[in-house]
Every structure is written in C-alpha cells, then in structure tokens.
C-alpha cells in the first residue's frame, strides 16, 4: 500500500469524523515519522507490512473512539508540539482564545532595569496555556499548578522539550503558592462541565480524566473557589482570565463582580460560544468587596 493509498483508505474509515483528512495525515506522519510535506511529496512511497498492521490497529482504536492525540501522543497547540497523555485534557483550539485575551491584557515587555512580570496558570495539564505565553513572550515568569502529579510531570516535560522555562508545582489550586510572589495574571482552563451533562459519554472527553473536566455546582465550584482565592494572589491592578462553558459566561461574571472585579467581560471564542470571562482586580480593594468563600 502506497502512502496516498493509505491516506485515501484512512479518510474512508474514519469519514464519519469531524476531521478526516486531518486525522489521516496525523496518522501518517507519526507512523513515518515525518512532516505533512513529506506526505505530498512522496505519495507513491510504499508501506510495509508492519506499517500496515500498524496502521490497522490504530484505525481500530479511533474507531472505538480513541482520541488521535492519544494514539500519536501528541497535539499542536499556538503551533507548539505538546505532547499528551490520558491524565490530562487534549488541548483544544478555544483555549488559544485564552492565550489571546491574556497577551492583549499584557504590558510591553519590561525594560531592562524592571522585574519581569509574573503570570500564574492553574490546572495547567499538559503547559499549553503557560508554554503559549511564554513562547510569545520571553520576558515573562511564568508559574504554573497542577494537582495531578502525572499531569505536572507531562508539563515540565513539555517545558523542557520546548526549550521553555516555566516553574510548575504540583497541588490543587493556590495550595503550593505559599511562597510565590503575586501575580500580574491569572489564567486557567477549570473544570467546569456539568457532572450531568450527556455530552461526557461523547467524543474524545470519554477518554479523558473526569476530575479535569467536572466540577460541582453545575459546572461553576472551581471556578467560584479560584474567582474568590486569586485577589489574595494578585497585584494590584492584576488580571483573572477564566474558560467555562458556553453557557456560563453570565454566573461567571456574576461571580467577578460580587467578588469586586472590574472591567469584566465575557469573549466569544472561534464558534462565536461565550468562552472567556475576565475582570481586573482593582488597585484599592473596596470595602465590602471580600467574599465569605475566601477560605
């Protein structure tokens, strides 16, 4: 079987898919080793038997619903190679919109007689969101937190590979913080799914960790918990920047507001969802602003 052959064969079984073509050159290219280039180049390119038997059985995978980033170990992400495991989430193409808020919210680089500035991204899974920041922008610290020992190991992996120097501690939320400096910015992609929501029996999510994905109180308790612990970790005039659920940007920013956040706004994300929520925590805390779920 001819690469072409192959690739032709592949969008065939895996038609019913939302990406096909995608998900064949994927394929391709991990079991070759190879760029999507080389795919074009060298179609008449012949597989062997073990690459065939190979191929097969990943067919069988995906089509028992094995996410492609699971069988070839890795995702791109803001065009960052990350690689994957089942104990994280897959990167997704909405989060970047995070990536994008949170570099428009940023400062210029600091000048040579000031401190970097100090970023914090909670439930980092695989980096993605860290790594994206830091790739844009050298200059920044970036700390980041997972409470999932594989997950935190995954991270510093992917930083390492990368070549992008992030500080990642293992721990649930701002429990390993104790001795960090404050935060110009806080990003995090929460829990944040409903445990009810029929959607956790569909695609890719069933082969992903739950406790990444649900949350309780209809999907809002992380996010309640980090909206009102992350003013004791900012600065000043510092950002908060959540992804939630396409229908929660309004509790979402609810919660900013009684909180005492400003400028809290809601971003749509690629499919026109809302997806980001975010809000400044002001430079003088009002009085009444603080929150009996502080602790």
Request: hydrophobic share 40%; proline share 8%.
């Amino acid at each position: 079987m001819q690469i072409q052959q192959a690739r032709t064969h592949i969008m065939a079984v895996l038609a019913a898919g939302e990406s096909p073509r995608a998900d064949a050159d994927a394929l391709l290219c991990h079991l070759l080793g190879c760029r999507r280039s080389y795919l074009m180049t060298w179609p008449e390119r012949e597989l062997d038997a073990a690459q065939q038997a190979t191929l097969q059985g990943w067919l069988a995978r995906r089509l028992a619903g094995e996410p492609i980033a699971h069988l070839v170990g890795e995702r791109e992400f803001w065009s960052l190679p990350l690689r994957v495991s089942p104990a994280t989430l897959i990167p997704r193409p909405d989060t970047e919109v995070l990536v994008e808020q949170a570099l428009a919210r940023l400062p210029e680089p600091a000048q040579v007689d000031q401190a970097p500035l100090t970023l914090l991204d909670l439930g980092t899974g695989t980096g993605a969101i860290a790594l994206a920041l830091k790739s844009e922008r050298p200059d920044l610290n970036l700390w980041a937190v997972d409470r999932m020992p594989e997950a935190a190991a995954l991270a510093r992996a992917n930083s390492a590979a990368l070549g992008l120097p992030i500080e990642v501690r293992d721990g649930s939320w701002f429990e390993p913080l104790s001795d960090a400096p404050r935060f110009a910015m806080i990003v995090s992609n929460p829990p944040y799914i409903d445990g009810a929501d029929p959607h956790l029996e569909e695609g890719d999510v069933r082969f992903e960790p739950r406790s990444a994905l649900v949350a309780d109180e209809q999907g809002l308790a992380d996010i309640r918990l980090i909206v009102a612990q992350a003013p004791a970790h900012l600065t000043a005039g510092g950002w908060l920047l959540l992804e939630h659920g396409w229908d929660q940007g309004e509790p979402v920013r609810q919660l900013l507001l009684q909180r005492g956040y400003r400028q809290v706004e809601t971003v749509r994300d690629y499919g026109d969802n809302e997806r980001v929520t975010l809000g400044q925590w002001p430079h003088h805390e009002e009085p009444g602003s603080h929150s009996s779920e502080d602790n």
